[in-house]
């Protein structure tokens, strides 16, 4: 569990927000969401100690220090050898065989990721999507103790959405994941844990489940307003 204990931040005098109090449950999928700027991304700043803040955050009662290794985030842009294929990434970064692209489970778990024959191409001539895919192939291999996608599903298409929900529901039997942003109806399907982020404070619904034709307005209507 990832326990959150009055941590507020300000910028220069602004609050950001202020004195949050929040756990996030264990091998579970965590949905972050709210406004623009009511700071989500702060948030998953000071939760990879990127940024000060007062108050405290501890990993299974550990200080991040000791947990960074097992920590992954996956953003846009993530950082990648733009010179190298995406294999050669993918063996750098996770130290996984790739020679033989064809007999990989990732082709099982996510058919309509990349193809070996797009891994054997530089990353420098990949789109936004594919680079996004390849980050989501490095998780797959990876198998981190904690995920942080910020707009993960951004710039996937269709199908390759569909793999990256069944890819999470299976990483979260041994993965605590926290998503972020704006992408609420995709990910409501599959989250056991819900946080709005709003003025200044956040509201957590837990064991969070969508009534029939709700909406993120009617969930801003029943916990919000
Ligand atoms: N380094 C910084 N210095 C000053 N203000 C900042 C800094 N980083 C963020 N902010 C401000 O903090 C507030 C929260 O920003 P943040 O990026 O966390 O919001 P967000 O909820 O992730 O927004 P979005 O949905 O638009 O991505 C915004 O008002 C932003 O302008």
Same mark, same amino acid.
């Given at each position: 569990?990832?326990?959150?204990?009055?941590?507020?931040?300000?910028? %220069?005098? %602004? $609050?950001?927000?202020?004195?949050?109090?929040?756990?996030?449950?264990?091998?579970?999928?965590?949905?972050?969401?709210?406004?623009?700027?009511?700071?989500?991304?702060?948030?998953?700043?000071? *939760? /990879?100690?990127?940024?000060?803040?007062?108050?405290?955050?501890?990993?299974?009662?550990?200080?991040?220090?000791? $947990?960074?290794?097992? $920590?992954?985030?996956?953003?846009?842009?993530?950082?990648?050898?733009?010179?190298?294929?995406?294999?050669?990434?993918?063996?750098?970064?996770?130290?996984?065989?790739?020679?033989?692209?064809?007999? @990989?489970?990732?082709?099982?778990?996510?058919?309509?990721?990349?193809?070996?024959?797009?891994?054997?191409?530089? $990353?420098? @001539?990949?789109?936004?999507?594919?680079?996004?895919?390849?980050?989501?192939?490095?998780? /797959?291999?990876?198998?981190?103790?904690?995920?942080?996608?910020?707009?993960?599903?951004?710039?996937?298409?269709?199908?390759?959405?569909?793999?990256?929900?069944? *890819?999470?529901?299976?990483?979260?039997?041994?993965?605590?994941?926290?998503?972020?942003?704006?992408?609420?109806?995709?990910?409501?399907?599959?989250?056991?844990?819900?946080?709005?982020?709003?003025?200044?404070?956040?509201?957590?619904?837990?064991?969070?489940?969508?009534?029939?034709?709700?909406?993120?307005?009617?969930?801003?209507?029943?916990?919000?307003?």
């Amino acid at each position: 569990m990832i326990t959150i204990s009055n941590l507020s931040k300000d910028y %220069k005098n %602004k $609050v950001i927000f202020n004195n949050l109090n929040l756990k996030i449950p264990e091998n579970k999928i965590t949905f972050i969401s709210g406004p623009n700027g009511s700071g989500k991304s702060t948030l998953l700043k000071c *939760l /990879l100690n990127l940024e000060d803040y007062t108050g405290e955050i501890r990993y299974d009662n550990c200080h991040f220090e000791k $947990v960074r290794e097992d $920590v992954m985030v996956v953003y846009d842009n993530s950082p990648l050898y733009h010179n190298l294929t995406g294999s050669q990434n993918l063996e750098l970064l996770t130290n996984h065989s790739f020679k033989n692209a064809n007999e @990989n489970n990732h082709d099982i778990l996510m058919p309509h990721f990349l193809k070996p024959e797009i891994l054997k191409s530089k $990353v420098k @001539n990949y789109s936004l999507g594919q680079k996004k895919k390849l980050s989501l192939m490095r998780v /797959l291999l990876t198998k981190p103790k904690y995920l942080f996608l910020d707009e993960a599903s951004n710039g996937l298409d269709h199908e390759a959405l569909l793999d990256l929900k069944s *890819l999470l529901r299976k990483l979260s039997v041994d993965t605590t994941i926290i998503a972020i942003g704006h992408h609420f109806e995709y990910y409501t399907s599959i989250i056991d844990n819900l946080i709005l982020m709003n003025d200044q404070s956040a509201i957590q619904i837990k064991d969070f489940e969508l009534q029939e034709g709700e909406g993120l307005n009617d969930i801003y209507e029943r916990y919000i307003k």
